[in-house]
C-alpha cells in the first residue's frame, strides 16, 4: 500500500486518510455525469458518495451547504492540459450506499470512530450540467454524518480493506445498491467503477474489466482511478452489481518537467500493475443486515 504523496496534495487527502495511488489504462473513460447517457450507471451514481472534512463544509440558514478552503486541481499542481482541472477537489474518499443508512468505503479510509465522526458524507457532489465552473446546488439533506462503525478490515498481510458504517439518519431519495453475497466475480468481466478520483466531483469510468481474478481477497482491474475513488463502488457492468470495492493501485500522476507540473501517468489496459479492488463479499455483516 502507497501513502498517495504524488502530487503535493496533502490538503486534499489529509494525515487521517491513508490514500492509495491509481492510474488512467488505456483511453482516459472518466466522465461527468452530464456526459453519461448511459441510464443505469446515473441511477447507480445516485447512491454513492463524497467523503469530505467536516471542517470544509458549512451550512447556511437556507441549509444551504457551502465549501470552504476550495482549491481546483490546476491550483494543487496539476497540468491544465489534463482533464477537469478547473473543478475542485474537495473529497478525502468514496463509498456507495448498501442500506437506508448503510454505507460502504475503504477501511483505510475510516480509521476510528474520532476519524468516522470528522468527516462528512455528500450525495450529489457531481456536476449535472457542462457548466462545471457554477456551484454545486447541495443542501443540509445531501449531507450525512456517522453513528457507527458497524465492521471494518485493514490487514496488512492480505490486504483486505474495507469499512462498513452506519450514518446519523436514513438516507433520503436515494436506493440502496444491489451488492453481490456470495462467490465471485468473473474472470474477464466488463466493469465500470463510480467515484471521486483526486478529489474531483463524481465520475463515471466505463470500459474496463477483470485482469487477475486469482486472489480470494481481491481481485486487480484495469479500472481509469486515482487517489479519492479509494471506497469507490466497482459495478459488474452487466448486472449494475457490486462486485467490490476500490482500495489501492499504480501510481496515478508523474512529474512533466517541461511543464512543471504533474500530468497523469497512462498505462496500456495490459500494462502497469493494475487496481486492486477489495471483494464486497468480505463484509460478513453485509449478509444478516440486508
Known sequence: MKIFKALGLATVLTVNVLAVDKVVYGDDNRQDLY???????????NSTAAMISGYNIKIDQNDKVEFTGQRTLAQRGICEYEKFTEQLA???CSGFLVGEDLLVTAGHCIKSMDNCESYKWVFNYAHSTNNTSEAMSLTKRDVYGCKEIVERSLERGTKDDYALIR???????????????????SDGEDLVV?????????KIADDANVRNNSNSVFFTANLDTFGGN???AVFNTNTGEVEGILVRGETDYVYDWSKGCRKVNVCTDEGCRGEDVTRITNIKSLKALL
Open 230 to 232: 479509494s471506497g469507490s
Open 167 to 185: 450514518l446519523d439518519r436514513k438516507v433520503e431519495g436515494r436506493t440502496p445498491l444491489k451488492v453481490r453475497l456470495d462467490g465471485k466475480v
Open 90 to 92: 474537495m473529497a478525502n
Open 194 to 202: 463510480i467515484g471521486h478520483p483526486t478529489g474531483i466531483p463524481t
Open 35 to 45: 456526459e453519461v447517457t448511459n441510464s443505469l450507471y446515473l441511477e447507480l451514481a
